[in-house]
């Protein structure tokens, strides 16, 4: 029998949670995909969806909290005054991620090779900003983070729910608002809103044999790392303040 906990369940949802979002970046993307071109819509009802199924996961493999994101934890951290998870969280989170970009590169194998666009490739696995400037991409994820925080927060208080939302429900609500977050403010930076998200699969890009790539853009990588754990940790603060 497999011996469940958190460090797994942590591990094997961001594993899911990259599979299926880099999935659907690569679905729209790679050329002779069946999902060529589908758009900014297709690629945000993926992620939503990939969320929703790496909680699942997580949770049954044995972490209660599902979190799935360094940012995340960082949050709760600040909210429940215990930092004991963040540092092994982040650990396993990040290693799920780059494994999860792993399998996405293996299932559409074939397909690298017929796609010429090294940036387009690398979008598949990593996030960039729609425009090149550093300070304002690093607001946009900083922003779109703490709106995440928050709202997730919101859906868990007994400020709000008082008997808590019935049992299953959170990873659909927590799916509904990372499909908002695309949608609404995604589309300048790419919403990474999760270190191990952008930086497990950008490691996975530079390691990897994957046919025509070109650079990792390593002198943008901090920002989707940084960026969310400043919105995420400032969101945590809020949520203590508040007592919820």
């Known amino acids: 029998m497999i011996a469940r906990g958190p460090l797994l369940g942590e591990f094997m949802g961001t594993f899911v949670l990259l599979l299926l979002g880099n999935g659907v970046n690569a679905a729209v993307t ?11 819509t297709a690629i945000a009802i993926g992620w939503a969806l ?17 979190h799935l994101n360094p940012a995340f934890t960082l949050a709760f951290a ?7 998870k963040l540092l092994p ?6 290693a799920g991620g780059f494994c999860g970009a792993a399998a996405t590169w293996l ?19 990593a996030t960039s900003p729609a425009v090149r400037n550093l300070g304002w991409a690093l607001w946009c994820e900083a922003f779109a983070s703490f709106i995440l925080v928050l709202v997730a927060g919101g859906m868990s208080s007994k400020l709000v729910l008082t008997t808590g939302a019935a049992a299953g429900l959170s990873p659909l609500l927590v799916s509904f608002l990372i499909w908002s977050i695309g949608l609404s403010l995604g589309a300048t930076t790419g919403y990474a809103i999760n270190p191990a998200r952008d930086l497990g699969p950008r490691l996975a890009h530079w390691v990897l044999p994957i046919a025509g790539k070109g650079p990792s853009d390593w002198s943008y990588a901090w920002v989707p790392v940084l960026g969310p754990l400043l919105g995420a940790g400032a969101a945590g603060f809020v949520l203590l303040w508040l007592g919820a």
Do not use: M, N
């Open 50 to 66: 990939a969320v929703l199924c790496g909680i699942f996961v997580a949770q049954l493999f044995g972490s209660a909290d599902a």
């Open 89 to 94: 969280f982040a650990a396993v989170q990040i």
């Open 107 to 125: 299932f559409y194998l074939p397909l690298w090779q017929l796609t010429e666009d090294p940036k387009a490739k690398l979008g598949i696995f």
């Open 30 to 40: 790679l050329k002779r995909s069946k999902a060529q071109g589908a758009g900014w």
């Open 78 to 84: 600040i909210k429940g005054h215990d930092f004991g």
